[in-house]
């Protein structure tokens, strides 16, 4: 069974630009999360899309938003980039069966630089 | 109020040898799931091991074991007979109940170097 996709690997953008990245789950997992991976702030939850529903939000700002389609592909966007933006993104999919005994399997990861 | 911590920044093992990576969590929910992770240079999260709050008996998964001391709020990473492959940031994670739908919280990681 294949594993977590993530495009594109790597990102280069500028400040003010905007940017979409794209995660494919584990066939048959529903509950895609995203999360944002920096040296200063370690990992932190972003958003959980299931069934092309927002279930749950972290403490980011608007800029950052996602979306799930109905094969359970999901995409992350992110407005008016800042130098703070700069990170690894990593998307995590699960089966969400349970959720306190459900694994969250992770994609590669897009490593994002905003100049 | 940190809900995981993971005390060792950085830790040397030598190859072959046994190396336990610590771990500490908080959380009032009765049930909850406890998961270890590895994260080489390449960036990729890999999942080890995971421990339920109900379950009986300690976690393990070839060369991985979990020590979990409920009581204590401990489930520390037993690695065995350790690999240079093994060399890799590991993390401690936690997930609680249905309110925090799709999160898990992580640990500030230990970066392990298995010396040769």
């Known amino acids: 069974k294949a594993g977590v996709t993530q495009t594109p690997r790597y990102l280069i953008k500028t400040r003010g630009q905007q940017v979409t ?23 932190q ?40 933006d700069s990170a690894l993104y990593l998307c995590a999919s699960s089966l969400s069966q349970v959720e306190n005994t459900d694994t969250q399997y992770f994609g590669p990861g897009t490593r994002l630089t905003v100049l | 109020a940190q809900k995981i911590t993971q005390t060792q920044p950085g830790m040397f093992v030598q190859e072959k040898e046994a190396v336990t990576l610590d771990c500490t969590y908080d959380t009032s929910d009765p049930s909850y799931g406890l998961f270890w992770y590895k994260q080489p240079s390449s960036g990729e999260m890999i999942f080890l091991i995971y421990q339920g709050s109900y379950d009986q008996q300690n976690a393990t998964e070839g060369r991985y074991s979990l020590n979990f001391q409920k009581a204590r709020k401990s489930a520390n990473l037993v690695i065995s007979a350790s690999q240079l492959g093994d060399s890799a940031m590991y993390f401690c994670a936690m997930r609680e109940d249905n309110t925090n739908a799709g999160k ?13």
């Open chain 1, 21 to 43: 990245l794209s995660c494919s789950p584990i066939s048959g997992h529903r509950s895609v999360s995203w999360y944002q991976q920096t040296p200063g702030q370690g990992l």
């Open chain 1, 45 to 84: 939850f972003l958003f959980e899309y299931f069934s092309e529903t927002q279930r749950n939000k972290g403490n980011f700002p608007g800029r950052f938003s996602g979306r799930q389609f109905s094969n359970s592909r999901s995409e992350m966007n992110v407005s008016t980039l800042e130098l703070g």
């Open chain 2, 104 to 116: 898990s919280t992580f640990g500030d990681g230990t970066t392990l170097t298995v010396k040769p």
